[in-house]
């Protein structure tokens, strides 16, 4: 059976997707924010340093 004739592919050619279900905890959800914001904070600094540098 070749990956084009698996049970995925033609679930997908009707138009169907595979269930999934994800488990998200509190703490990753605030270990992400967490990092948004210091890669925010830290782009902001490279930009300034980047604009005095000019």
């Known amino acids: 059976m070749s990956f084009l004739d698996s049970p ?7 138009g169907e997707l595979p269930e999934v279900k994800v488990n998200i905890e509190t703490q990753s959800i605030i270990n992400m924010c967490v990092g948004v914001v210091i890669t925010g904070v830290i782009l902001i600094l490279v930009w300034k340093i980047v604009k005095n540098i000019q």
Do not use: G, R
Not at 8 to 14: A, Q, R, T
């Open 8 to 14: 995925l592919i033609k679930n997908l050619s009707d």
